[in-house]
């Protein structure tokens, strides 16, 4: 069954660091989401990416977040500072469509400590 | 703003058991209601989506039913097995491309054997 892989696993990183998590989707999916779950919180959403462009985000993804599909498999989330408060589950999620019964695929997520 | 509330937090049954996970939202205009498995060190596995025009969805030993008008959808889980025990997440959409999803904050379910 098709899936969407998101690398790396987990990351270590220092405050103030520049990280970017990486997302491979399906690949005959057009729309592509990262969502981010705070250990113990709800899953959020962040941003929603379509044609190479931003299609919906957040209030959580501010100037600090950034997303690129850099080519035709991958699809990162930067995050340019990290703070201690970023730390969290990173999910990758595709679908083929937008609209009516629009099932997302989630990866297995990427999980970012700052220390 | 939807928010969405999943009760109870917790549930321990015996396998064999047929059990009902409430999920409810504060706002009505919602396009699409999912329902989705999360194992740990896992990602979230879709179970459900039910789209606004329809009432309930079924998938196997699976049934997720939708009421707007009482802001509720339970998901319905007959003859429990301990390879049912994860965590069930609800979300809802709030736009039609049924994207920005809304989630509650899971039910963890143990079927004990």
């Known amino acids: 069954e098709p899936e969407v892989t998101q690398t790396p696993s987990h990351q270590v990183t220092q405050m103030g660091q520049e990280v970017i998590l990486r997302c491979v989707p399906i690949?005959?999916?057009?729309?592509f989401y990262w969502y981010r779950q705070i250990l113990g919180q709800k899953v959020e959403f962040l941003v929603s990416f379509y044609n190479n462009e931003i299609s919906e985000k957040s209030e959580i993804f501010d100037d600090q977040f950034s997303v690129e599909r850099p080519d035709g498999s991958n699809f990162t989330l930067k995050i340019r500072s990290t703070k201690l408060e970023d730390s969290a589950m990173y999910f990758c999620?595709?679908?083929?469509?937008?609209?009516?019964?629009?099932?997302?695929?989630f990866g297995a997520g990427s999980r970012l400590t700052v220390l | 703003k939807q928010e969405v509330t999943q009760i109870p937090a917790a549930l321990s049954v015996p396998e064999g058991e047929n059990l009902v996970l409430n999920c409810s939202f504060t706002d009505s205009a919602i396009y699409n209601l999912q329902w989705f498995r999360q194992d740990p060190g896992k990602g979230l596995t879709s179970l459900l989506l039910i789209q606004s025009s329809q009432r309930e969805q079924t998938s196997g030993r699976l049934n997720a039913s939708l009421d707007k008008s009482s802001g509720r959808s339970t998901l319905y889980i007959a003859a429990s097995q301990p390879g049912d025990s994860a965590t069930y997440l609800c979300a809802g959409s709030h736009n039609n491309a049924g994207n920005m999803l809304t989630f509650g904050g899971g039910t963890r379910l143990m079927v004990k054997p």
């Open positions: 999620a595709s679908s083929e469509r937008n609209t009516g019964a629009n099932v997302l695929t």
């Open positions: 690949s005959n999916h057009l729309y």
